[in-house]
């Protein structure tokens, strides 16, 4: 014999593959709950960061005097702004069938020169005279704990909808 067919046979079985391979899967909104929580934890970090109270290198003084503040990336909040899920500039695709999302930002134009990606890549990575400020980095331990409790209750969900026969 050079193959053998496997085949579940179990209805609540065969409901949860259809659902975790649908556009509202279980998956899917574990997923995007993530997603939220990550864009929340970095709008923090941003917010703390661009007040000189984090790890970004201040702005030199004829820049805040030529902006009218010293708030570090913050001109008119665009950026900032596209870490939001779906605002203009955010990037959010879930990476197939897998248990992963690239998030970051869109090549959406930011402005006449520079799209949000390459704008934030520039900030991001540090480039000619612009120091590196990183913007998207690993998640909070904080933020960890709420995508572990978002994945119990994501879990709960769907036990509880397997036990129902949903």
Not at 58 to 70: F, H, L, M
Not at 76 to 103: P, T
Not at 120 to 129: D, K, T
């Amino acid at each position: 014999m050079s193959s053998a067919v496997l085949k579940v046979n179990d209805a609540n079985w065969v409901k949860y593959v259809q659902r975790a391979t649908s556009p509202n899967s279980y998956t899917r909104q574990l997923i995007r709950a993530w997603v939220i929580i990550y864009l929340a934890d970095m709008q923090r970090r941003f917010n703390k960061n661009s007040r000189g109270g984090g790890d970004w290198k201040a702005i030199k003084r004829s820049t805040a005097q030529q902006k009218g503040n010293d708030l570090i990336l913050v001109q008119i909040g665009k950026l900032k702004n596209a870490l939001q899920l779906g605002a203009l500039g955010n990037k959010m695709v879930i990476l197939g069938s897998e248990l992963a999302a690239e998030v970051g930002f869109s090549n959406a134009m930011h402005d006449k020169k520079l799209s949000f990606n390459q704008l934030a890549r520039i900030h991001q990575n540090g480039e000619g005279n612009v120091p590196a400020r990183e913007i998207l980095v690993p998640p909070s331990q904080k933020a960890m704990r709420a995508m572990v409790r978002a994945s119990q209750a994501m879990f709960d969900k769907m036990s509880a909808d397997l036990k129902g026969g949903r």
